[in-house]
């Protein structure tokens, strides 16, 4: 089982919009398997096409909340 959520990283200001970093959490153990920078769906279908094919069979459950770009990536 795995559950993925973003959080503001670095706020906004003048010069630079606010940027996000984002966690993905292996429940099982439990522990953060990896953080990386973005919010949107292409960002986490990169992260994923990078796993190991064998990791990604053994997900039977995937978490998140309402965030639309991540339940798009995780369908």
Known sequence: MIVVDETGFLKADQRASTRF?????????PRVRDLFEGRHAPQLDQWLADQPATWKAGIEVTVCDLHEPFRRALR
């Open 21 to 29: 970093v984002s966690a993905v959490v292996d429940i099982a153990r």
